[in-house]
Every structure is written in structure tokens, then in C-alpha cells.
């Protein structure tokens, strides 16, 4: 199977904090895979989650976390802090708004990653030492 984003979806949205993406294997969130194999090796925590923007390791494998506050709670060596989103946060945060106050699993093609369209939207990525 080919190692890439493109047609994974976000598969999970707590409403102003965390949005889940990446599982590219099962796209529910209950999988993923890395280059590596199923998983890779934990890393140093570095950067931390100080701000709306931070994308950070969802699981060690190929799932990913866009934050849209500050979580400090995910500075626990777990999570690996190693982007930051330059533009589109204000598209998430109306897409937050639309979604309620509860955890949801998006339902309609917004969610899908369509080659590029992540890297509008999330990954114009550069570390977060560049910014």
C-alpha cells in the first residue's frame, strides 16, 4: 500500500481545540503507519504546544493533530510538536463553529484531503524554528 495522505479524510474534531487526521490506513482514527513500519520510535519534545496552529504527531505512525489553542497537556513526550499552520486557521474555525460543542467524526467530502489541499490549508509547513 502506497504511504500517503492523499483521500484520508479528518477523521475526528473536537470543536476549538484538536482536529484529527492521518490514519491512513483505516481512516477512523484506529490506525496508521509510518515509513518506518506500524510505528517509529519516540522523540524528544522539543517545541511545545504553545498556540492555535501547532500540527503535532498524532500517534507514531502517520496520524497528525492540528491544534487550535494552546495544549499543554500534549507536551508529554508523546505528542511531537513539529509544525505550525501559517494559513487557514480562520477556515477551521468556522468549520469548529459548524460542528457543535461535542467530539464528531466529519461526515462530508470537506474533510478529505485532496493532494495539495492540505498543504493550503495545514502544511504551507515549515518547522516551527522558522517562524
Known sequence: ??????????HGIIPDHI???GDI???????????YGQQFPKEDCI?????????ST?????????HMKVSPDYDDGEHIA???????????????KMVGN???????????VRGNVLASLVMARRTLGDT
Open 19 to 21: 482536529w484529527f487526521g
Open 82 to 96: 513539529f509544525g505550525r499552520v501559517l494559513d487557514g486557521l480562520d477556515v477551521m474555525a468556522r468549520v469548529g
Open 58 to 66: 498524532g500517534t507514531n505512525g502517520s496520524q497528525f493533530m492540528l
Open 102 to 112: 461535542e467530539f464528531v467524526y466529519p461526515s462530508t467530502q470537506s474533510g478529505y
Open 47 to 55: 517545541r511545545k504546544h504553545d498556540g492555535p496552529g501547532i500540527l
Open 1 to 10: 500500500m502506497p504511504l500517503h495522505y492523499k483521500g484520508t479524510i479528518i
Open 25 to 35: 490506513t483505516h481512516g477512523n482514527g484506529l490506525g496508521g503507519e509510518s515509513i
